[in-house]
């Protein structure tokens, strides 16, 4: 199921004197079983961007278009889509509400027209996708663990069975054990088939888990490519105010002090490897 951006503008307030463009012409595509990073500083467009792919936001101009279906086009459907392509929001715990995790969940599939029984089969399918215990199923959702809330809103949004996962800050807040786990997560549900597009602020969180990395820059998509590509522009990176994965920084500043190591390499394993083989070749800086 492709999703397919072209020329894709938002501007906030226009015609007012607080008028400011949050994304500017922005065209790619994504296809079907990707599992794609999303990044840039603060400001530089990456919500509104994602917000637009399953239709939560209109276009200023510019369209998108999930499996060839414009999605601002007379007589489209914005409910069906919203099927196909789920979207979580950073620190989605915050939405939840229900009196039980089981409740919480069914909520969605409930809203689509299903029964009861239907809700609550697809309710503990999702639970079980992201490894939530049965025990937990009829407690209140609140008394949970920072870790298994998000669990719980990210199986809100699976339970309604989309083919394409939209995730801004996935690992947002979460401590060190919890973000492995949530980084676990995602690869599983990648593993199954699922299209995934992760927004995050942590250079390493994409970089080990992302095939493609796009990158935004005061609205502008001017970075598209594998993350040996884009994490090998580190000036340029640098230049927009973000970091780099800790293997690339690593690497970087090892070429820098006059140590021979290779471009393009980004993973601290790959990095270990690179220093290893200097030392073995009785290369020295």
Not at 11 to 37: I, K, M
Request: charged letters at 20%.
């Amino acid at each position: 199921m492709p999703i397919e951006v072209k020329n894709l503008s938002h501007v906030y307030a226009q015609g007012s004197p607080f008028q400011s463009a949050a994304v500017q012409d922005v065209s790619f595509t994504l296809g079907e079983g990707e599992l794609v990073g999303l990044i840039g500083h603060t400001g530089s467009g990456k919500s509104t961007l994602v917000q637009h792919l399953n239709g939560l936001v209109k276009p200023t101009s510019g369209t998108v278009l999930v499996d060839g279906m414009d999605l601002w086009a007379k007589g489209t459907d914005l409910r069906a889509v919203r099927k196909k392509v789920g979207l979580v929001f950073q620190y989605p715990e915050y939405q939840l509400f229900e009196e039980t995790v089981l409740k919480d969940i069914a909520f969605g599939p409930r809203n689509l027209g299903l029964s009861e029984a239907q809700a609550q089969e697809r309710a503990r399918e999702a639970a079980q996708a992201v490894n939530l215990p049965e025990e937990v199923l009829e407690r209140s959702p609140f008394d949970l663990s920072g870790g298994q809330k998000r669990r719980v809103a990210i199986a809100g949004v699976l339970a309604m069975h989309p083919r394409t996962l939209i995730l801004d800050e996935p690992a947002a807040g979460l401590d060190p054990s919890g973000r492995r786990e949530m980084l676990a997560l995602l690869k599983a549900l990648h593993g199954r088939g699922m299209t995934l597009v992760m927004v995050s602020h942590s250079m390493t969180d994409v970089s080990r888990l992302c095939k493609r990395v796009l990158v935004m820059n005061q609205g502008r998509l001017v970075m598209d490519g594998a993350p040996g590509e884009v994490f090998g522009r580190a000036a340029e990176l640098k230049a927009m105010g973000l970091g780099l994965p800790r293997g690339a920084e690593l690497a970087l500043r090892l070429r820098e002090a006059g140590f021979p190591l290779p471009q393009g390499l980004w993973r601290m394993e790959d990095v270990e490897q690179a220093i290893l083989a200097a030392l073995k070749g009785g290369t020295q800086a």
